[in-house]
């Protein structure tokens, strides 16, 4: 099948890869020629685990190719897949400029039937923007899908190749054909396809989004009480999780959520909903309650230290998340803002992120244990593996102050306890 996909930024190349890895012909387009050069140069501009030998493969193959000509990117596909961005605006609300002009310029240079495919994350209501947008410049027939993508950052890869539903919001049969064969190399083992209204499949992106946001705010605030009344919230989370009707995933207590998915998408829905007459206080009290939760480790550290002034902060992880660069609505950031305001100086490693960081009070190093050198105490907020085992006696050795202040709850505070280290992690009894 020959494919467009528009924007070469976290979904849209992962999904254009992995499309050309089944043996499709992927065009993949962006106005952006920097991106370009370094896609044809063999660079890529994320990091996302398992992505850099498909493409490599594929653009060896030649079924993967990477443009900023808009009519030959048009005239390729006869699936165009729309993945650019939509960041929020100042009121939350989706910015649905690129969107739209995606929609404008596929109106404008398209010559025959084609199914226009949103796989960014988009308000209910979008694709009868795009039939309006694309139906002024053309009289040439085409469908409009919602195809919502469901990509985990750090397991995008293994995602899209094995995914757990494919929802596809359409009425044209055609459309859904079409559809249907595009995936069809992805659910040989079972059905997975799920088939909708539009603006139901819109609303179910942000609805699954929005539900973990809410399962990760609420742990958090269970922790940040449990602490306050002696109980531990992994011990709370193993009954709860145990429990079929909720089970373990997003349970687990921490810094608070970032991304680019959960912080925006959140923001995004609420703002449909008020436009709507349907508020949704319930996505109010997460968003507030994760803003709240980013600031509960320098709480934890200005409790135990009193004046900052002077002090200097071992920071293992930046990402916002293990197995990725992106530092989008990072926890981290919060918390070197809180740190360094406070008087304090923060050397920070992180395996991939933050490289390119720079903020007065902020070292970035090169390695976990450059981090440690005349740090006053340790602070992680990125659960990395490597952070997961490390040597305590090195750590002690190393510290000023032998203390941890674990935004991941990575380790038991039994056994630091028997080291002689401070530990502060989050909801548990130290």
């Given at each position: 099948m020959n494919i467009t996909v528009v924007g070469t930024g976290?979904?849209?190349?992962?999904?254009?890869?992995?499309?050309?890895?089944?043996?499709?012909?992927?065009?993949?387009l962006d106005l952006n020629q920097e991106k370009i050069r370094q896609l044809n140069a063999g660079e890529i501009p994320i990091f996302e685990p398992g992505l850099e030998p498909i493409v490599k493969r594929n653009r060896e193959a030649g079924r993967l190719r990477f443009s900023t000509d808009v009519e030959a990117s048009v005239a390729h596909g006869e699936l165009q897949l729309i993945a650019v961005g939509t960041p929020p605006g100042e009121?939350?609300?989706?910015?649905?400029?690129?969107?739209?002009?995606?929609?404008?310029?596929?109106?404008?240079?398209?010559?025959?039937?084609?199914?226009?495919?949103?796989?960014?994350?988009?308000?209910?209501?979008?694709?009868?923007?795009?039939?309006?947008?694309?139906?002024?410049?053309?009289?040439?027939?085409?469908?409009?899908?919602?195809?919502?993508?469901?990509?985990?950052?750090?397991?995008?890869?293994?995602?899209?190749?094995?995914?757990?539903?494919?929802?596809?919001?359409?009425?044209?049969?055609?459309?859904?054909?079409?559809?249907?064969?595009?995936?069809?190399?992805?659910?040989?083992?079972?059905?997975?396809?799920?088939?909708?209204?539009?603006?139901?499949?819109?609303?179910?992106?942000?609805?699954?989004?929005?539900?973990?946001?809410?399962?990760?705010?609420?742990?958090?605030?269970?922790?940040?009480?449990?602490?306050?009344?002696?109980?531990?919230?992994?011990?709370?989370?193993?009954?709860?999780?145990?429990?079929?009707?909720?089970?373990?995933?997003?349970?687990?207590?921490?810094?608070?959520?970032?991304?680019s998915c959960f912080p925006k998408d959140v923001k995004a829905l609420q703002n449909s909903a008020t436009e709507a007459g349907r508020p949704l206080r319930v996505l109010g009290a997460v968003g507030a309650v994760n803003d709240d939760q980013k600031r509960v480790l320098a709480g934890k550290v200005k409790r135990r230290f009193k004046d900052l002034k002077g002090k200097t902060f071992a920071l293992w992880g930046l990402a916002f998340k293990a197995n990725t660069d992106d530092m989008r609505e990072a926890a981290s950031l919060v918390l070197i803002d809180d740190l360094t305001a406070a008087g304090a100086k923060v050397q920070a490693y992180d395996p991939v992120a933050g490289?390119?960081?720079?903020?007065?009070?902020?070292?970035?190093?090169?390695?976990?244990?450059?981090?440690?050198?005349?740090?006053?105490?340790?602070?992680?907020?990125?659960?990395?593996?490597?952070?997961?085992?490390?040597?305590?006696?090195?750590?002690?050795?190393?510290?000023?102050?032998?203390?941890?202040?674990?935004?991941?709850?990575l380790y038991d505070p039994a056994v630091l306890k028997s080291l002689g280290i401070e530990y502060f992690p989050i909801g548990r009894k130290a």
């Open positions: 976290y979904v849209g190349l992962v999904t254009g890869a992995c499309l050309a890895d089944a043996g499709n012909n992927v065009f993949c009121d939350g609300s989706a910015d649905m400029q690129y969107v739209l002009a995606a929609a404008r310029a596929i109106g404008k240079h398209m010559k025959a039937w084609k199914v226009i495919a949103t796989k960014s994350t988009v308000p209910v209501g979008t694709a009868d923007r795009i039939k309006e947008v694309i139906g002024k410049e053309t009289s040439t027939p085409f469908a409009v899908v919602s195809n919502p993508e469901f990509l985990k950052e750090g397991a995008a890869v293994e995602d899209f190749m094995r995914p757990d539903r494919v929802i596809l919001g359409a009425e044209d049969p055609r459309a859904v054909a079409l559809m249907r064969q595009l995936y069809a190399p992805f659910q040989r083992n079972h059905e997975r396809i799920m088939v909708m209204s539009v603006r139901s499949a819109e609303l179910t992106k942000y609805a699954a989004n929005a539900m973990l946001a809410t399962r990760i705010s609420f742990m958090n605030e269970l922790a940040n009480l449990a602490e306050a009344i002696g109980a531990d919230i992994e011990e709370v989370r193993r009954g709860i999780g145990s429990d079929p009707r909720i089970g373990y995933q997003f349970l687990y207590a921490g810094a608070g959520f970032g991304g490289k390119a960081l720079k903020q007065d009070g902020l070292k970035i190093v090169d390695s976990a244990l450059a981090a440690l050198e005349g740090a006053d105490a340790l602070i992680i907020v990125t659960e990395w593996q490597e952070f997961r085992s490390p040597d305590f006696a090195v750590i002690k050795a190393k510290l000023k102050t032998p203390a941890i202040f674990d935004g991941r709850n």
